[in-house]
Structure formats: structure tokens, C-alpha cells
């Protein structure tokens, strides 16, 4: 027996079948569901006497040869006859299982009688690894391999069917096993759940169908009967009586499937022997003479018709879902090569890690450009991390850090005889802070402080400074920005600032001069300077090294927020971090460097400035005491207005040497401050911040670049950009899978 001769009318769609059928053989079918028929049953249903009377193949009848896996037939219809076998390996088979099974097969045979077929199943028995020991220890009896058989000739009609193991409830020992029955359940089950194949479920007549699991089992995935067509077996077998049953089957008036019932007498092993057996004249003769068979709708017995049936079914279902099909594909195609492209580039090589990395630090400088340009059109992420404004952060703490400096860096609040205050005070329409009032003869400086008078224009500086203290907490923490546990051991710990600010300046200054005085005259001794600056910014470290503490946690969210949507495997984010951590480190220490450094030159070194305003805002200060004490011996004249004595003017203030030298302190220590907190402000931002954090060459910001991807060691490079064995298997699934579609792609076109 060489190939099947179909109907005399060619009712199948050849180019749609064909299509479907290279489809199969590109492996799409593991990935859409392609419509096809499938022939399901219990081992002992008869289900393989079925398919050989369909196709007319001689199946192997040796119980070590039934069908132990999924088995696609096709015949098409071709000028030269001829004959292939291969395996399409399982969708879950390793690459060596793979490549052994591909490298298998059978082409152009002539005939494939039933020895020819026997000798094929066995070397596919033993190429699967079935029959022999798996690593296991016991025997392999099932695979999801797929066996191909593809038939052409001219007498061919376009047709194809998948024949799968037969499910079993008992086990047989030394052969089954409970395992090799779930896996088979599960395999004929996927099977069924493919909502465009149509299932040829073969039953017994000979039992009640009611407790046959195959038929509930595609009910269960089949819950209208649009795809199941229901076949028969053994009507020979039905006791007297139970006929009716059957016939009604077939009528549609009993369990009723849309495709309907259709029965079948499959030949027994005798008349298969006999030599010039036809089963179709044997057949067609017991429907006709055995009674009630002969009274049943033609279309509805006998294997010829059911074939018949097949053809258009198929041909109908194909034409239905192929629409469906190929917009399955190109959508699972796209899906896929989207998923491919999220895992980056293939990095398998050394070339490839690199150039991995390269263009991954390329994508993080433009981010970063972008951020210290404050271009935040350049990308949607600005909008979607406020992390990455990273400028405009940097600008608002640096506001923040001058402001806290001006408000809470001195420990001692000055009298407010500034001039400079004052004019901006009253250029603003500000009520105009207090004036100092010099101390009389045998008064001291700090009772005169007591005695300030409070001008008309409202409250003192001391009262405005006290209201505003009773609305601020005691303490406040340096820092505004959560701490990273990265950068512990590299910033100091956030600590408390004191915000109250004591008021007794004099009394201060009067005890740091009586404990620093030599034997000299009383006067100001450049030392005392030196100490009472020192005090006066005790917070300024404190303050500082909060700043410093938040712009390097800004600058380290940043740089991390950053990595993750430029790198968004976390494994290699990680690895890649910790590579940079060494040099972020070193660089955030030299910026905390910086600050110390700028704290000893301001609060230990000598006090020094070439700033003019400092003698400005001295010789300010004392014009506006003078000034002051000479306008309360003002008088008003209707002639000339306000007006004083002469003799006033030069009247002299009796002052002892120690209010004078006090008095002399607090003016040059008030004037300097100015001068030396603002320097001090611009050098932290500028140098510690700008420099070393932000826009700098040795920023850490322009640490993760070209430049440091090529000095990595091929060993960091693999440790890095090397992907772990879930990517590779990911990849290669997915290359897989594109392979597979992309192929199915261009037999649609």
C-alpha cells in the first residue's frame, strides 16, 4: 500500500491547507492555535482502526508500537508521488534532544506498507528515547514529540489530521505509570483546548457514553459543541436492546454535538489478514444488512462517509479561523519582538558587553546633560521622576542652605545698629529695627543694652527675634533629604540644630574679653577675633555638613533613579553599581572634604578679608551710633526744624575702657560676620557642591561614561553586562519563537 486515494471531488481548499499545514512544520502551532483536526479516544476506543481506515494507512498494530506520541499526517495533491518522515521536536525539548530529532528522517519513499510502517515507528521510538532507561532510572514511554508524515501524489486530496495518545485510567506495571497517565491527560488535554482545532472523539458503542472521560473532557473545553464530532466504534458490540440509544446518537435526538455522531465498523485482525480484504465493500455491507444500522442516515455510517465529512469540516473550519490566525500571529510576533528588545542587546561575546555598556552610559549622559541644562523636554522621564530635576533641587537647597546660615548660624543675635539693615529695611517699608543706645557715664554697655529704647517704627530685632523663635521649634534636623543606606560611613549623622539664638551679646563679649586681656591697655587684641568668631558659628558645621549631606544624596538618587530606567535589568544594574561605588564614594568624600576644609579656614584660621564692605559696614555701624546718640539732644525749631547745639555735637561720651572695647568687639565682629557668611555660603556651594557634586570634571554625575566602560577588565565586563541563565534561556525562547513566526510571517504574505 503506497498513499490513500481521496473522493472523486476535491472539496478542500488545497493553498489554505497548505498554508496551515508549513505552518505546523515551522513549529507556529506551539505558539497560535492553528486550525486542525484531532483524533481523541481511550486506548482501547478503537481510535487507531479509525484513523487507518481514514487515511488508509496501515498503522502498526503491535501493542509496544501504539501511538506513544502526537502523530500530524498530510496528504497533498502533487504531480510525483512520494513520501516523508521527520520529528518536530517538543516545544519544552532541550537543544541536543532538538538537533538529534531534526537531524532524523525519511524522504521520497515510494510505499509505506505496514512493515515499512512498523520498521519507521521504531527507529522513531528509539530516536524520541523511548523503550530505553532515562536519567530517571525508568522507562521513557511517552513523548511530546511530534511525528510528521507527509504523503503526496496525484491522487491525493488536501487533508490533514493529528492523532494523539489514547488517555488511560489503569496502569500497567513495568510499562505506565501513574505519571505517564497525567502526562498524557495533560498533553490530549492542551490539545483539545486549542479553540480552533476540531476534535474526532471516537467512543464505544458498546458502552455508556456517559462515563466515557474523553467525551467530558471535551465538553469541558467544548461547553457548546461547535468542534466536536463524535464517532462510534463497535456497533457490532451493542447488546440487543441498546441499538436504540445508538440510533438516536446519530438522529441528533440524544446528546446532540453540532458536527454530530457518526459510526463506524472498524475490521478485526482476521479480515485484515486476509488476503484482498476491502474494508469499505465490508463495511458498506454491514450497514446495509444488519438491522438497525441499514435504517440510519447514509451520511452518518461507514468510514467513506466520515471521511467525506472530515474533508469539509476542515475545509470550512480552515477558511473560518484562517483571518484569526494570521492576526494572532503578526500580534504574537510583535509581542515577542518587543519582549526581545527589552532584554537589550545579545551579549553573549566581549564585543558585545562592551557595546552594551557603551551605548547604556552614552543613553545616562544625555540624560544627564539634559538634567544640568534643566532641558526637561528632552525626555518623559522628567515628568515622571522628580528625582531627575536634579538642578533645579540643587538651586532651591542652596537657597535653603543661605537662609538657614542667615537665620540660625550665629549663636548670639547682634544689636541692630547696621545701617545697612536699616536702609533695606526702610527702602522695603519695613518697620525699622531698633536703634543701639551708647551707655552713659557709670553705665555699662550691657545695662544700656537693657535700656535700648524701642523707636516709633515698631518692635525691637530682640522682640521680633523672640516671637519668631516661639513659632520655631527648638531644634531642627541639618538635613531635608531622606538618608540612603549606601552612603552610610560617608556622610556624618543627621544631627540637631539649635534654633534659638541668645540674646545677651554683650554680657558674652564682656566675659570672652575679661578672660583674653593681658597686661596692655585696654583695647581690642586680634586674638579675641579670632575666639568670638569661632563661637559665634559653632552651627556652621552642623549646617554645612547637612547641605553637603543633601546635595550628596541628591546627587546619589539621581545617579541611581537614572541607572535604573537606563539599565532596567536589575542584575546587571547592580553589578554596574557596584563597580561604581568605589568612584562615587571617593567622589562624595572629596565634597565632604571640601566643606571641612572650608569650616578650618573660616572658623580656625585667622579672620581676613579684602572686601571693602566689611569697613563699609564698620564705619557704618559707628556713624549710626553717633548719629543716634547725637539725636536725642535734637530739639525742634520753628525756624529751622530739627536742629542741635554745637556744643552737643562735640560733647563727649564718658565710656570706660572696657564698654569701649565691647562695644568695638561686637561692630567688628558684627561687620566681618556679614562678610565671612556670605563668602562662606558662595565657597560651600560653589566649590564643595558645584565643583565636586555637580558640574565639575570629577563630578559622579560623569563618572558612568564612555571612558569608564573602557577600563573595565574583560572580567568586570563579563561580571557586569554577562547575562545570568534565565536571560540566555529567555533570549533563546524567544529567538525561537520569532524564528518560528517570522517564518510563519512569510508564508502568509
Given at each position: 500500500?503506497?498513499t490513500?486515494?481521496?473522493?472523486?471531488?476535491?472539496?478542500?481548499?488545497p493553498?489554505?491547507?497548505?498554508?496551515?499545514?508549513?505552518?505546523?512544520?515551522?513549529?507556529?502551532?506551539?505558539?497560535?492555535?492553528?486550525?486542525?483536526?484531532?483524533?481523541?479516544?481511550?486506548?482501547?476506543?478503537?481510535?487507531?482502526?479509525?484513523?487507518?481506515?481514514?487515511?488508509?494507512?496501515?498503522?502498526?498494530?503491535?501493542?509496544?508500537?501504539?501511538?506513544?506520541?502526537p502523530t500530524?499526517?498530510?496528504?497533498?495533491?502533487?504531480?510525483?508521488?512520494?513520501?516523508?518522515?521527520?520529528?518536530?521536536?517538543?516545544k519544552?525539548?532541550?537543544?541536543?534532544?532538538?538537533?538529534?530529532?531534526?537531524?532524523?528522517?525519511?524522504?521520497n519513499?515510494?510505499?509505506?506498507?505496514e512493515k515499512?510502517?512498523?520498521?519507521?515507528?521504531?527507529?522513531?521510538?528509539?530516536?524520541?528515547?523511548?523503550?530505553?532507561?532515562?536519567?530517571?532510572?525508568?522507562?521513557?514511554?511517552?513523548?511530546?514529540?511530534?511525528?510528521?508524515?507527509?504523503?503526496?501524489?496525484p491522487?491525493?486530496?488536501h487533508?490533514?489530521?493529528?492523532?494523539?495518545?489514547?488517555?488511560?485510567?489503569?496502569?500497567?506495571?513495568?510499562?505506565?505509570?501513574?505519571?505517564?497517565?497525567?502526562?498524557?491527560?495533560?498533553?490530549?488535554?492542551?490539545?483539545?483546548?486549542?479553540?480552533?482545532s476540531?476534535?474526532?472523539?471516537?467512543?464505544?458503542?458498546?458502552?455508556?457514553?456517559a462515563?466515557?472521560?474523553?467525551?467530558s473532557?471535551?465538553?469541558?473545553?467544548?461547553?457548546?459543541?461547535?468542534?466536536?464530532?463524535?464517532?462510534?466504534?463497535?456497533?457490532?458490540?451493542?447488546?440487543?436492546g441498546?441499538?436504540?440509544?445508538?440510533?438516536?446518537?446519530?438522529?441528533?435526538?440524544?446528546?446532540?454535538?453540532?458536527?454530530?455522531?457518526?459510526?463506524?465498523?472498524?475490521?478485526?485482525?482476521?479480515?485484515?489478514?486476509?488476503?484482498?480484504?476491502?474494508?469499505?465493500?465490508?463495511?458498506?455491507s454491514?450497514?446495509?444488512?444488519?438491522?438497525?444500522?441499514?435504517?440510519?442516515?447514509?451520511?452518518?455510517?461507514?468510514?467513506?462517509?466520515?471521511?467525506l465529512?472530515?474533508?469539509?469540516?476542515?475545509a470550512?473550519?480552515?477558511?473560518?479561523?484562517?483571518p484569526q490566525?494570521?492576526?494572532?500571529?503578526?500580534k504574537?510576533?510583535?509581542?515577542?519582538?518587543?519582549?526581545?528588545?527589552?532584554?537589550?542587546?545579545?551579549?553573549?561575546?566581549?564585543?558585545?558587553?562592551?557595546?552594551?555598556?557603551?551605548?547604556?552610559?552614552?543613553?545616562?549622559?544625555?540624560?544627564?546633560?539634559?538634567?544640568?541644562n534643566?532641558?526637561?523636554?528632552?525626555?518623559?522621564?522628567?515628568?515622571?521622576?522628580?528625582?531627575?530635576?536634579?538642578?533645579?533641587?540643587?538651586?532651591?537647597?542652596?537657597?535653603?542652605?543661605?537662609?538657614?546660615?542667615?537665620k540660625?548660624?550665629?549663636?548670639?543675635?547682634?544689636?541692630?545698629?547696621?545701617?545697612?539693615?536699616?536702609?533695606?529695611?526702610?527702602?522695603?517699608?519695613?518697620?525699622?529695627?531698633?536703634?543701639?543706645?551708647?551707655?552713659?557715664?557709670?553705665e555699662?554697655s550691657?545695662?544700656?543694652?537693657?535700656?535700648?529704647?524701642?523707636?516709633?517704627?515698631g518692635?525691637?530685632?530682640?522682640?521680633?527675634?523672640?516671637?519668631?523663635?516661639?513659632?520655631t521649634?527648638?531644634?531642627?534636623?541639618a538635613?531635608?533629604?531622606?538618608?540612603?543606606?549606601?552612603?552610610?560611613g560617608?556622610?556624618?549623622?543627621?544631627?540637631?540644630?539649635?534654633?534659638?539664638?541668645g540674646?545677651?551679646?554683650?554680657?558674652?563679649?564682656?566675659?570672652?574679653?575679661?578672660?583674653?586681656r593681658?597686661?596692655?591697655?585696654?583695647?581690642?587684641?586680634?586674638?579675641?577675633?579670632?575666639?568670638?568668631?569661632?563661637?559665634?558659628?559653632?552651627?556652621?558645621?552642623?549646617?554645612?555638613?547637612?547641605?553637603?549631606?543633601?546635595?550628596?544624596?541628591?546627587?546619589?538618587?539621581?545617579?541611581?533613579?537614572?541607572?535604573?530606567?537606563?539599565?532596567?535589568?536589575?542584575?546587571?544594574r547592580?553589578?554596574?553599581?557596584?563597580?561604581?561605588?568605589?568612584?562615587?564614594?571617593?567622589?562624595?568624600?572629596?565634597?565632604?572634604?571640601?566643606?571641612?576644609f572650608?569650616?578650618?579656614?573660616?572658623?580656625?584660621?585667622?579672620?581676613?578679608?579684602l572686601?571693602?564692605?566689611?569697613?563699609?559696614?564698620?564705619?557704618?555701624?559707628r556713624?549710626?551710633?553717633?548719629?543716634?546718640?547725637?539725636e536725642e539732644?535734637?530739639?525742634?525749631?520753628?525756624?529751622h526744624?530739627?536742629?542741635?547745639?554745637?556744643?552737643?555735637?562735640?560733647?563727649?561720651?564718658?565710656?570706660?575702657?572696657?564698654?569701649?572695647?565691647?562695644?568695638?568687639?561686637?561692630?567688628?565682629?558684627?561687620?566681618?560676620?556679614?562678610?565671612?557668611?556670605?563668602?562662606?555660603?558662595?565657597?560651600?556651594?560653589?566649590?564643595?557642591?558645584?565643583?565636586?557634586?555637580?558640574?565639575?570634571?570629577?563630578?559622579?554625575?560623569?563618572l558612568?561614561?564612555?571612558?569608564?566602560?573602557?577600563?573595565?577588565?574583560p572580567?568586570q565586563?563579563g561580571?557586569?553586562?554577562?547575562?545570568?541563565?534565565?536571560v540566555?534561556?529567555?533570549?533563546?525562547?524567544?529567538?525561537k519563537?520569532?524564528?518560528?513566526?517570522?517564518?510563519?510571517?512569510?508564508?502568509?504574505?
Amino acid at each position: 500500500m503506497t498513499t490513500s486515494k481521496g473522493a472523486d471531488t476535491n472539496i478542500s481548499d488545497p493553498i489554505l491547507l497548505n498554508k496551515i499545514d508549513k505552518l505546523f512544520a515551522c513549529g507556529v502551532g506551539d505558539y497560535v492555535d492553528l486550525p486542525q483536526i484531532i483524533v481523541v479516544g481511550d486506548q482501547s476506543s478503537g481510535k487507531s482502526s479509525v484513523l487507518a481506515g481514514i487515511l488508509n494507512l496501515p498503522f502498526p498494530r503491535d501493542s509496544g508500537l501504539c501511538t506513544r506520541f502526537p502523530t500530524q499526517i498530510t496528504f497533498r495533491r502533487s504531480e510525483k508521488t512520494s513520501i516523508s518522515v521527520s520529528i518536530i521536536p517538543a516545544k519544552q525539548a532541550t537543544l541536543e534532544h532538538s538537533e538529534r530529532l531534526r537531524r532524523w528522517g525519511k524522504s521520497n519513499l515510494i510505499q509505506l506498507d505496514e512493515k515499512v510502517f512498523a520498521d519507521i515507528m521504531v527507529e522513531v521510538h528509539a530516536v524520541m528515547g523511548l523503550g530505553g532507561q532515562t536519567a530517571a532510572g525508568r522507562m521513557g514511554t511517552f513523548s511530546e514529540d511530534i511525528l510528521k508524515l507527509d504523503i503526496n501524489g496525484p491522487d491525493q486530496e488536501h487533508f490533514s489530521v493529528v492523532d494523539v495518545p489514547g488517555i488511560f485510567r489503569k496502569t500497567t506495571e513495568g510499562v505506565t505509570t501513574k505519571e505517564d497517565r497525567d502526562m498524557v491527560n495533560s498533553m490530549v488535554r492542551r490539545y483539545m483546548e486549542n479553540p480552533r482545532s476540531v476534535m474526532l472523539t471516537v467512543i464505544p458503542a458498546n458502552v455508556d457514553i456517559a462515563t466515557q472521560e474523553i467525551l467530558s473532557m471535551a465538553e469541558e473545553v467544548d461547553k457548546d459543541g461547535d468542534r466536536t464530532l463524535g464517532v462510534l466504534t463497535k456497533p457490532d458490540l451493542v447488546d440487543k436492546g441498546a441499538e436504540r440509544q445508538i440510533m438516536d446518537l446519530i438522529a441528533g435526538k440524544r446528546h446532540a454535538l453540532r458536527l454530530g455522531w457518526s459510526l463506524v465498523r472498524n475490521p478485526g485482525q482476521q479480515q485484515i489478514e486476509t488476503k484482498g480484504f476491502n474494508r469499505s465493500s465490508a463495511e458498506r455491507s454491514f450497514f446495509e444488512m444488519e438491522t438497525p444500522w441499514n435504517m440510519a442516515d447514509k451520511d452518518r455510517v461507514g468510514i467513506d462517509s466520515l471521511k467525506l465529512r472530515l474533508q469539509e469540516i476542515l475545509a470550512e473550519h480552515t477558511r473560518r479561523t484562517f483571518p484569526q490566525v494570521k492576526q494572532e500571529l503578526l500580534k504574537k510576533l510583535n509581542v515577542s519582538k518587543k519582549a526581545l528588545a527589552s532584554l537589550g542587546a545579545d551579549r553573549e561575546t566581549l564585543e558585545h558587553q562592551r557595546q552594551f555598556l557603551l551605548d547604556t552610559s552614552i543613553r545616562f549622559q544625555e540624560v544627564v546633560t539634559a538634567a544640568l541644562n534643566t532641558n526637561y523636554n528632552a525626555t518623559d522621564w522628567f515628568d515622571q521622576y522628580p528625582s531627575l530635576r536634579f538642578t533645579t533641587a540643587v538651586v532651591n537647597r542652596n537657597e535653603s542652605f543661605a537662609d538657614t546660615l542667615d537665620k540660625f548660624g550665629h549663636t548670639h543675635a547682634f544689636i541692630s545698629s547696621d545701617p545697612v539693615v536699616e536702609d533695606i529695611a526702610q527702602e522695603n517699608g519695613e518697620p525699622t529695627p531698633n536703634t543701639f543706645k551708647c551707655p552713659t557715664e557709670g553705665e555699662s554697655s550691657h545695662a544700656a543694652q537693657e535700656q535700648t529704647p524701642i523707636t516709633s517704627s515698631g518692635p525691637t530685632e530682640e522682640d521680633s527675634l523672640r516671637q519668631s523663635q516661639e513659632q520655631t521649634p527648638a531644634t531642627f534636623k541639618a538635613r531635608t533629604t531622606a538618608f540612603f543606606v549606601d552612603l552610610e560611613g560617608i556622610i556624618p549623622e543627621d544631627e540637631e540644630v539649635d534654633a534659638e539664638i541668645g540674646h545677651s551679646i554683650f554680657d558674652w563679649l564682656e566675659g570672652v574679653y575679661k578672660n583674653s586681656r593681658g597686661l596692655g591697655l585696654g583695647t581690642l587684641h586680634s586674638s579675641i577675633l579670632s575666639q568670638t568668631m569661632k563661637t559665634q558659628t559653632s552651627r556652621w558645621n552642623t549646617i554645612a555638613l547637612g547641605y553637603v549631606s543633601d546635595i550628596i544624596g541628591m546627587t546619589h538618587k539621581f545617579i541611581t533613579d537614572l541607572l535604573e530606567l537606563v539599565c532596567p535589568e536589575k542584575r546587571v544594574r547592580d553589578a554596574l553599581i557596584s563597580a561604581l561605588t568605589d568612584g562615587l564614594m571617593t567622589r562624595y568624600k572629596k565634597a565632604l572634604d571640601m566643606v571641612h576644609f572650608l569650616l578650618r579656614v573660616e572658623r580656625a584660621g585667622t579672620p581676613s578679608t579684602l572686601n571693602h564692605y566689611f569697613n563699609d559696614n564698620l564705619e557704618k555701624s559707628r556713624h549710626k551710633r553717633r548719629r543716634v546718640a547725637i539725636e536725642e539732644r535734637s530739639f525742634e525749631d520753628s525756624t529751622h526744624g530739627t536742629v542741635i547745639r554745637l556744643a552737643d555735637i562735640e560733647l563727649t561720651q564718658n565710656m570706660s575702657n572696657l564698654d569701649h572695647v565691647v562695644l568695638e568687639i561686637h561692630d567688628i565682629l558684627q561687620a566681618y560676620y556679614k562678610v565671612a557668611r556670605k563668602r562662606f555660603v558662595d565657597n560651600v556651594c560653589m566649590q564643595a557642591s558645584d565643583t565636586f557634586l555637580v558640574i565639575g570634571d570629577a563630578s559622579p554625575l560623569k563618572l558612568f561614561g564612555p571612558a569608564f566602560v573602557n577600563r573595565l577588565s574583560p572580567e568586570q565586563l563579563g561580571e557586569i553586562a554577562g547575562e545570568d541563565m534565565r536571560v540566555k534561556k529567555r533570549r533563546a525562547e524567544l529567538a525561537k519563537i520569532i524564528e518560528s513566526l517570522e517564518a510563519g510571517r512569510k508564508l502568509l504574505i
